[in-house]
């Protein structure tokens, strides 16, 4: 053979072998490569954050009830007191002198009501005599008057009988008169005493009003004042000086803001998982116990009924979470994480939430016929393009579909239920097993129905890009 016909058929092989692998390059370079998942049954649960701080369930500002100086503090930050203890006291030397002083006046009319009592008996015991002479003054009266009608006795005599009845009668009078003014004084005796009660037990109070107790079992969880330090009463527009802070912490909240979007699903009773950031990987259980109505503005915390402008922007809404046991380590104030559980459901047909898009589904059911092209743009009459922005996009899947040994990515709309952190319930339109297209993200934005696809999951490497 001449070197010649060598050279031809080397070319020959050479353009033959160039135009076999240009075929394949180009094969595969329209051939789109997708990270694959599938439609698989595990239990989801649906979470919803929110961030906030521990507070106690009950605290109260315990405020001075009284003018002046405060005398003693027995109580410092951090100290556990119960109900009824004595917390501070404001000096008090007037109203102590005005409850002795009334304490003797009680004394002193208390003595005259018994001094009444007495003269009111001694005059009782005249009105028994007076009867008593009453008696015998009509029985010498009533034999005088039978003698003198027999003329046995003279005028004289009888006309004495007669006085000395009439005069004995009228003492009896007079000493009943005396017995009612004795009562009366002794009633009004009385009333004195009830009215000096009455007045010690009002100074009394204002007594109570310098000393401080606990309203309840508690924590100290604030002491903004010193002994010696001056404290007034709140009056209508100005607020009192406080002495101390106490929180019952025997029923701790944590009170957390949900974002708006999330708190539509959250409901009362529902479980929820606390941490606390001083108190790493401990779990506190608790409850949601409050839902809060009023939205709150997020950079200024106010209600939105509060707000006076009219800028839109993202707004939070509180929610109260019960802790189911106390804990002798929380803090109110301590920042705290709440996981509210807002639906749980065994054995559930889930895929990733990437996975997801939104499309046109009569854009992509012309786009799967034409094997992922635009219709009209290779020989496809235009009349077969649906018009743009016609008909509104659903949410659904690619689903691998195996054509001829080639893989296609198919549109297939799905419906969701509840959403878990990194998965979402499929309630149709797929079933178990089922392999669809779960990325990349770049890839899944730009992806069409019915393009040729290659399964990719090597681990994507991040850029600056991405």
């Known amino acids: 053979m001449s070197l010649k016909k060598i050279v031809l058929i080397a070319v020959a092989v050479l353009v033959f072998a160039g135009v076999i692998i240009g075929s394949i390059l180009h094969s595969q370079s329209s051939v789109t490569k997708v990270a694959t998942g599938h439609a698989v049954r595990q239990d989801l649960v649906s979470v919803v954050n929110g961030t906030g701080q521990i507070k106690p369930k009950t605290y109260v500002n315990v405020g001075a009830t009284a003018f002046g100086r405060i005398t003693h503090l027995y109580v410092k930050e951090g100290d556990r007191v119960r109900k009824g203890q004595l917390v501070a006291t404001v000096?008090?030397?007037?109203?102590?002198?005005?409850?002795?002083?009334?304490?003797a006046t009680i004394a002193a009319s208390r003595t005259d009501v018994q001094s009444y009592i007495a003269a009111e008996r001694t005059a009782e015991a005249n009105v028994?005599?007076?009867k008593a002479d009453l008696v015998q003054k009509r029985f010498d009266y009533e034999r005088a008057k039978a003698l003198y009608d027999d003329q046995l006795i003279a005028k004289q005599d009888y006309d004495a009988k007669k006085a000395a009845y009439d005069v004995s009668s009228a003492t009896l009078q007079q000493r009943e008169a005396a017995v009612a003014q004795a009562k009366a004084q002794t009633a009004s005796a009385h009333g004195h005493v009830a009215q000096?009660?009455?007045?010690?037990?009002?100074?009394?109070?204002?007594?109570?009003?310098t000393q401080s107790r606990a309203p309840f079992d508690a924590l100290v969880t604030n002491v903004p004042v010193r002994e010696g330090e001056t404290v007034v009463v709140g009056i209508q527009n100005a607020e009192g000086s406080t002495l101390m802070t106490l929180a019952d912490m025997s029923v701790i909240t944590a009170e957390v803001k949900v974002d708006e979007t999330d708190i539509v699903n959250v409901r009362l009773d529902q479980p929820v998982d606390v941490t606390v950031d001083a108190l790493p990987g401990r779990i506190f259980k608790g409850h949601v116990t409050e839902v809060g109505d009023q939205a709150l503005l997020r950079t200024t915390g106010l209600a939105t009924s509060q707000s006076?402008?009219?800028?839109?922007?993202?707004?939070d809404f509180k929610v109260v979470v019960t802790l189911d046991e106390a804990s002798g380590d929380l803090k109110p104030g301590l920042s705290a994480t709440a996981k509210i559980t807002t639906a749980h459901k065994s054995d559930a047909l889930t895929i990733p939430i990437q996975a997801l898009v939104q499309r046109n589904p009569a854009t992509e059911k012309a786009l799967e016929q034409n094997?992922?092209?635009?219709?009209?743009?290779?020989?496809?009459?235009?009349?077969?393009?649906p018009a743009a922005g016609k008909g509104q996009t659903v949410q659904g899947v690619y689903v691998l579909r195996n054509e001829r040994k080639k893989l296609r990515a198919i549109f297939v709309p799905v419906t969701t239920g509840i959403t878990g952190a990194t998965d979402i319930e499929v309630l149709n339109g797929l079933k178990q097993g089922d392999e669809i297209v779960t990325g990349r993200y770049k890839t899944l934005r730009s992806l069409k129905s019915g393009t040729l696809i290659k399964r990719?999951?090597?681990?994507?490497?991040?850029?600056?890009?991405n």
């Not at 102590?96 to 304490?103: E, F, G, K, L, P």
């Not at 992922?372 to 290779?378: D, E, L, N, Q, V």
Request: glycine residues 10%; hydrophobic residues 30%; negative net charge.
């Open 308 to 315: 006076t402008t009219g800028t839109e922007e993202a707004k």
């Open 196 to 209: 000096a009660v009455a007045t010690l037990r009002g100074n009394t109070y204002s007594l109570g009003l």
């Open 128 to 130: 028994v005599q007076a």
């Open 456 to 465: 990719d999951n090597t681990p994507e490497t991040a850029t600056t890009a």
């Open 91 to 103: 000096e008090s030397e007037q109203p102590a002198s005005a409850v002795q002083a009334q304490n």
């Open 371 to 385: 094997n992922g092209k635009t219709p009209g743009a290779s020989g496809v009459a235009a009349s077969t393009t």
